[in-house]
Each structure stands twice: as structure tokens, then as C-alpha cells.
């Protein structure tokens, strides 16, 4: 089956800019990539998806790969209230329907220093 | 508009026993997942429901079973609890057309 590869965990002071790296290079070309966020004792939120180009909201911005194989989110400035697990994830399962079925693998713990 | 709401919150059961979650959305969502969550881990699919009057499997469907009521509501009944299935777990649903999942709090569940 198809999957991400995150960091286990990552530190960023607060105000300062976070990159959180993912690789998923058994994407295939139709699948977009997404970002949930799971806060302490609650339950994945959504953060941002993307197909091909950066992708920008008001929480994050996207930047993906030309070849797709790998994307990051970027959070501008870090706040105490991003700590939290961030799973880069998607319908990456090889083949098929995905009905929007998402893989989740084991994310990313975000510490924020004050 | 509560998105997406489960019951019960946390639940404590003996091996052997029976019950059942609820899962509801007031999104009008065609699509609603099952995941768990255990310790550290990422979430796994359970079952899910692309639409009324459908269901199946995901990753780990063994020892559950599911129920789309309605277009609003999608249960998950433990038949005969094992402390293996001692779990958080996170009901979902997505419209037609969209990947954003929506979650609702989570059920705490364990198994003694």
C-alpha cells in the first residue's frame, strides 16, 4: 500500500516560522494531499489540501513538489496553540476508489516553545 | 450546526460485552467513517459509508459491525468487546465531491 513518511516529531520557538516535510512518493496523479491536525484529546481538524500547486488559507500554505512525491506545510508564525500532531495523508492507496477514504499514518508531534 | 457529534464519550466494558456508538451529522454529508485510534499511533479505517444504504470494509473491520441509519447517522456496534479493541475512537463524514473530513470528539473506550 501506498503511504507517508513524516518526521516523528519537530521544535519551533513561537513566531517563528515551521516547515513540516512529507514524503508520499507512491502518489498517484490524481490524488490530492492533505493536512489534519489532531489537537490534545480531540479529533483530527482539517488544515489545507492541494493537487499540484502551493496552496495558501488562513491557517497554513502548501508547497508541493513538482513531481509530487513530497509536500510541505508551512505555518508562518508558530503559536503555542499549533502544538499538536500533523498527519500529512490522503486517498494514497494504490489503485482503485478512494471514496475519500484517508491513510493516516503517524504524523508529525509539533512542540511550540514559548 | 454541532458538525458532528458521538456518544458516548468514554465508556468502560467488560470482554464479552456488547455495545454500540453513535455517530451523527447535521452537514447533510453523503459519506461517514469509522476510524480508531490507539496509543501513539495514527488513525486506521474501520468501515465506512460512501452513501445511504452502503457500507465497507476499511483496514480493520474485524469484530465490528456498522450501521448507516440514515443520511445523518452511522453506528459502530461491538458484538463481543476484547481488550484489543480498547481504542479512541473517531467517527468522520465528507460531502460528495469534497476529501475535507470532518471529525467529531472521539469515543474513549476500554476494554477490561
Known amino acids: 500500500d501506498a503511504k507517508t513518511t513524516q518526521p516523528n516529531s519537530m521544535e519551533s520557538n513561537e513566531e517563528e516560522p515551521v516547515h513540516l516535510p512529507c514524503n508520499h512518493s507512491?502518489?498517484?496523479?490524481?490524488?490530492?494531499i492533505h493536512w489534519y491536525r489532531q489537537l490534545p484529546s480531540q479529533g483530527p481538524e482539517y488544515v489545507i489540501h492541494?493537487?499540484?500547486s502551493n496552496v495558501n488559507n488562513r491557517m497554513a500554505s502548501l508547497a508541493i513538489a513538482e513531481d509530487r512525491k513530497s509536500s510541505t506545510l508551512i505555518l508562518h508564525r508558530a503559536t503555542l496553540r499549533d502544538a499538536a500532531v500533523y498527519y500529512c495523508?490522503?486517498?494514497?492507496?494504490?489503485?482503485?476508489?478512494?471514496?475519500?477514504?484517508?491513510?493516516f499514518g503517524q504524523g508529525t508531534i509539533l512542540t511550540v516553545h514559548p | 450546526n454541532a458538525g458532528v457529534t458521538q456518544t458516548p464519550k468514554f465508556q468502560v466494558l467488560k470482554t464479552g460485552q456488547s455495545m454500540t456508538l453513535q455517530c451523527a451529522q447535521d452537514?447533510?454529508?453523503?459519506?461517514m467513517y469509522w476510524y480508531r485510534q490507539d496509543p501513539g499511533m495514527g488513525l486506521r479505517l474501520i468501515y465506512y459509508?460512501?452513501?445511504?444504504?452502503?457500507?465497507d470494509k476499511g483496514e480493520v473491520p474485524n469484530g465490528y459491525n456498522v450501521s448507516r441509519l440514515n443520511k445523518r447517522e452511522f453506528s459502530l456496534r461491538l458484538e463481543s468487546a476484547a481488550p484489543s479493541q480498547t481504542s479512541v475512537y473517531f467517527c468522520?463524514?465528507?460531502?460528495?465531491?469534497?476529501?475535507?473530513?470532518?471529525f467529531g470528539p472521539g469515543t474513549r473506550l476500554t476494554v477490561l
Open positions: 507512491t502518489i498517484s496523479g490524481t490524488d490530492y
Open positions: 468522520a463524514s465528507v460531502r460528495t465531491g469534497q476529501d475535507t473530513q470532518y
Open positions: 495523508t490522503g486517498p494514497l492507496v494504490a489503485g482503485g476508489t478512494s471514496y475519500g477514504k484517508l491513510t
Open positions: 492541494g493537487l499540484t
Open positions: 459509508s460512501a452513501s445511504e444504504g452502503t457500507t
Open positions: 452537514m447533510n454529508h453523503n459519506s
